[in-house]
């Protein structure tokens, strides 16, 4: 079924008591944050903006860190806050509903929606700690965007000079080991898996999907755009995410 958020609701749905969400750029985008591969995403407007988030170009090229550390200072002042659709999540769960939160952004939107940080998975890491690929000190992104502020483009790490990265999962770089396979124990652990806000083009994290209707949950997929999991979904919705997830976590 695609399209509209259907009313009444199905029965699997309201029903559900185990329900693993995870969660894309898309869920952020009603808060002022592009998404990246949509019509109005970053990659798509500036291709070359994925070098910011590509290991090996972070590694090789000072003209890349410093741009991506200007970002940061620039998302850092942008005014940034949970929408209608993190704090449908925070809903769920005080319906005793959530099995676990996964999603693939950084910015701690969930957390500061009010979602339970022991529920959330940050599968790409969060932009609000900084860690030297190096010796893997970590900071805090206040810390590091200080010497920004002070006049250093490129700060180093303080413990043994190393490059400094926020602590985010860039392309060319393992995803925590840990973190997946918990996530991968909450697919294969819930009655419905609701994809909201993601591509689903991007593995591992894409095959969580058929993690979960392997293990026999149902699937719903709330994206703007098509995905590789609409066939396999039992419910397909393209309504807006602020609008259509409040409706589909309505408490069963």
Request: aromatic residues 4%; proline residues 6%.
């Amino acid at each position: 079924m695609t399209g509209a958020v259907p009313d009444p609701l199905p029965d699997w749905l309201r029903g559900a008591r185990r329900v693993t969400v995870l969660t894309g750029a898309g869920i952020s985008t009603d808060s002022g944050i592009p998404d990246y591969r949509g019509p109005n995403g970053v990659w798509t407007k500036d291709p070359d903006a994925e070098k910011l988030v590509t290991l090996s170009y972070y590694l090789a090229d000072p003209l890349i860190r410093r741009k991506a550390w200007r970002m940061r200072a620039d998302v850092r002042a942008a005014d940034v806050a949970p929408n209608a659709g993190h704090r449908a999540l925070v809903d769920l769960e005080r319906q005793g509903r959530l099995r676990a939160l996964l999603t693939q952004n950084v910015d701690g939107l969930h957390q500061a929606a009010g979602s339970s940080p022991e529920r959330v998975l940050e599968l790409h890491g969060t932009v609000h700690a900084v860690a030297c690929l190096s010796c893997g000190d970590r900071t805090t992104m206040d810390d590091a965007l200080a010497r920004i502020d002070a006049g250093d483009p490129d700060p180093s790490c303080l413990v043994c000079g190393g490059i400094l990265k926020s602590a985010t999962v860039s392309f060319g770089q393992a995803l925590d080991a840990a973190v997946l396979d918990a996530a991968a124990d909450a697919a294969a652990d819930c009655d419905v898996l609701l994809a909201v806000g993601t591509s689903l083009v991007v593995y591992p994290v894409a095959g969580l999907v058929d993690v979960a209707a392997a293990h026999g949950a149902r699937v719903v997929v709330v994206n703007a755009e098509p995905t590789p999991y609409d066939g396999l979904a039992d419910l397909v919705v393209r309504e807006p995410i602020s609008t259509a997830l409040p409706r589909l976590v309505a408490a069963g």
